[in-house]
């Protein structure tokens, strides 16, 4: 059963720094492109920033390029995203995504075949 469950979400103040870890199952997550998707309440799910199967390159939205990183641990099957610098504005659930049909990433929704569930990231003092 194919399967992708995020972790590390939780309360942060700004400034700080929080990673999120995406852990897939029934399938090996290195041989596919996964997204970083956020939902903010009230507002349309937004990307990240994710990484491609080809060569590993990553790319990030404007909006957090310089503060959240993507990387791979492909001995555990799990992709992380490591956001610092964060502010209030970076507050959502956050997902990750993977995209079967794909070696480069991107992060068009509509494209993505598996999402994981979700979760929180509140930027608060």
């Known amino acids: 059963q194919v399967q992708l469950v995020e972790s590390g979400g939780g309360l942060v103040q700004p400034g700080g720094s929080l990673r999120l870890s995406c852990a897939a199952s029934?399938?090996?997550?290195?041989?596919?492109?996964v997204a970083w998707f956020r939902q903010a309440p009230g507002k349309e799910r937004e990307g990240v920033g994710c990484?491609?199967?080809?060569?590993?390159?990553?790319a990030y939205v404007d909006s957090v390029k310089g503060r959240f990183t993507i990387s791979r641990d492909n001995a555990k099957n799990t992709v992380h995203l490591q956001m610092n610098s964060l502010n209030p504005e970076d507050t959502a659930v956050y997902y990750c995504?993977?995209?079967?049909?794909?070696?480069?990433?991107?992060?068009?929704?509509?494209?993505?075949?598996?999402w994981g569930q979700g979760t929180q990231v509140t930027v608060s003092s």
């Open positions: 990484v491609s199967a080809s060569d590993g390159t990553t």
């Open positions: 995504a993977v995209a079967l049909a794909r070696r480069l990433c991107t992060v068009v929704p509509d494209v993505q075949d598996y």
């Open positions: 029934g399938f090996t997550l290195d041989d596919y492109p």
